[in-house]
């Protein structure tokens, strides 16, 4: 019997089985006796909110960490996973959420880091090399095998990410999160690998909180709330409105545009902005845009990956320099002005990479917190703690952090708990603008709905919101405006009616049998 022939047969038997694993971190029990099988050469996807457990498990069965009690049964045995290392040799890999990646060193250095090509005594880099382009021929991405981690977008890293992976020929593949930083085209080489893969025999676990985009490729789906499982069905079963009923216990939108307040003046005034694109493209990242935001309005800013909104937000953050134009906030000139001095005027940004840009590992909560306000109750060489803690204590209510307190160390909390601490931050300087470069990457539907209903609430008081998305369904939640953006301009505005075809359209995501209608200015 050919290789194929024998995968074929034995599709959808449990390879790998979680039986009543429960792990508790002192007082807090992660995960409450989970039950969970793999099938081989199927996808299996694991659904539920920040803080579910599914993180903790997926560590679990890839031996990053080891459960409190219970039993991991690999082909019938069982086994205990010593260290990722031993559970890769014995074929279960993973792609992490956030990205492990060493930025200093290139894409062939990071695949093989740890496991390298010998020839002899030395190092073999050519066959790395090749190695290293022939998997990124297979995901049809054109990064160079010698470029500096460091230099590529996010999105590149996550592919990178996802070819060290491939690269092991696992039999079982973990993917936490593996599009997050994606852009359309590049989910869709994914799903071709992970069908070629399953058709191999190949064993995904799936996590994303991309509902709709998940089903796409899913075989069966496992959802978690509070560290139980809280159902199981196969895909013929299941559609969206299942699976957020099982994660939330109800089916809710994001929210609407926020009403009930009048709209300041302009707030923030963009005039002809241009932003160079990278080093020696003959491109510009943002190219002539003009865009007002009024005090109190919610503009969702939304395009496809190399659309410009991440240059845009950055430039006018003071993160990157414009090659032409002009930023006012109420009217005043802001060139010139460094990140820290925008900051204390009013204007503010929540960056996409919330692990590199936007906290610090080695702090508490209630450090990465004060960060920002940290002039606010320094004097000279003294520190009020008292106004310190007061601030800590009022963001964290303020912004619904569920911690258990500013001591909290910021590793312990949920994705979405992290991305609340960056917003807190921001919030807590008194801003008049704030821009949010994908706020709701990497968190689920219920933190991602609380983090909108805060952004509508502060809208009502007067702060004026920008926010980046590449997800659809989020541009019509709680903006206002919709700005769309395609290769550094403006291809399109419109108002909260519209409908997910339009702005697809006026992308260049879709096609569809009518033009897009613009918003009059």
Known sequence: MTDVALNESRKGEVVLAARNVAKSYGNVHALKGVNFDIHRGQVTTLFGENGAGKSTLMKILSGVTQPTSGE???DGHSVSFFSSTHARELGISIIH?????????????????????????????AEEE?????????????????????????GQQQIVE????????????????????????????????????????????????????ALQITHHAVVLRDGNMTAYAERKDIDLEWIVRNMVGENFDLGSPPTGHVMGGVALSIENLTVPGPSGAAYNSVDRLSLNVRAGEIVCIYGLMGAGRTELLECVAGRLAASGGRILLEGQDVAGLSIARRIGEGLVLVPEDRQRDGLV???????????????AFTKGLFT???????????????????????????????????????IGKMLATGPRVMLLDEPSRGIDIGAK?????LLAERARQGLAV??????????????????????GKISAEFGSDVTKEKIMAASGEAVVSHEPEMMEH
């Open 162 to 213: 996802i070819a060290r992976a491939l690269s092991v020929n696992s039999r079982i593949l973990i993917m936490d999160e593996p599009t997050s930083a994606l852009s359309a085209t590049e989910v869709e080489v994914l799903f071709k690998v992970i069908r070629d893969l399953t058709g191999r025999g190949v064993s995904i676990v799936y996590i994303s909180h991309h509902l709709e985009e």
């Open 361 to 375: 590992q080695t702090m508490t909560v209630g450090s990465n917190l004060s960060l920002a306000s940290i002039f």
């Open 72 to 74: 991991i049964i690999l």
């Open 97 to 125: 959420q956030e990205l492990s990646l060493a930025p200093n060193l290139n894409v062939r250095d990071n695949i093989f880091m740890g496991r390298e090509i010998m020839k002899g005594s030395v190092v073999d880099f």
């Open 449 to 453: 709905a609380e983090v909108f209903k």
């Open 466 to 487: 920008v926010f980046s998305t590449s997800e659809v369904a989020e541009c019509l939640s709680i903006a206002h405006r919709i700005i769309v953006m395609h290769r």
């Open 130 to 154: 090749r190695q290293t382009r022939a998997l990124m021929e297979e995901l049809e991405e054109n990064i160079d095998p010698l470029t500096p981690v460091e230099d590529l977008r996010l």
């Open 384 to 422: 009020s703690t008292r106004r310190e803690r007061d601030l800590v204590t009022d963001s964290i209510r303020k912004v619904h952090i569920k911690t258990d307190g500013g001591a909290a160390p910021i590793g312990s909390l949920s994705g979405g708990n992290q991305q609340k601490v960056v």
